[in-house]
């Protein structure tokens, strides 16, 4: 039985030097929250805004001097394809239980501040557009960041105001 999920890969070549727009590729792709399958080559879930964002991808590897070929594909195996779905929501869930961590040291030091809740929001916000399998930790971060913001001071009705 062939996998349900339809992937878009991303094939690409860029020279070695000058090294700027192939640190500036990996760090798009990296945004983006692809897994790297190989050298080289990298997956996500197929969608317009995915297929829109490689497209842009490779076009920029291609003004850079590079080789891009941009693919849609599905696996012939539910078990290969389980096991990239599990990369993916694995890679996601570290850095959810890393703002449950931060969301528990704020709490912990007494540091419930607006900048660091609002801090968080945006870590969550930031990893939620790469999460294409949500994990359990989604839900539990979403919850130890609304606790948190929860905690913070009210500020003074106007009436009560000097």
């Not at 996998?3 to 700027?20: D, F």
Request: aromatic residues 4%; hydrophobic residues 45%.
């Amino acid at each position: 039985m062939a996998g349900s999920i339809e992937w878009l890969l991303l094939a690409y070549r860029l020279p070695r030097e000058p090294s700027t727009p192939r640190i500036a590729v990996w760090r798009k792709l990296g945004s983006l929250g692809v897994l790297k399958i190989g050298d080289g080559l990298v997956a996500l879930p197929a969608g317009a805004r995915s297929q829109e964002q490689l497209e842009w991808i490779a076009d920029e590897i291609a003004d850079a001097g590079g080789e891009a070929t941009l693919w849609r594909s599905r696996l012939t195996s539910v078990r290969a394809e389980r096991a990239l779905v599990d990369r993916m929501a694995g890679s996601i869930a570290a850095e959810y239980r890393r703002v449950i961590a931060a969301a528990a040291d704020a709490r912990r030091s007494g540091r419930a501040m607006k900048s660091v809740v609002a801090r968080l929001r945006r870590d969550l916000r930031r990893i939620s557009q790469r999460d294409y399998f949500p994990p359990p930790e989604r839900e539990q971060a979403r919850l130890a960041v609304e606790s948190l913001a929860a905690e913070l001071p009210s500020p003074m009705p106007e009436q009560a105001r000097p």
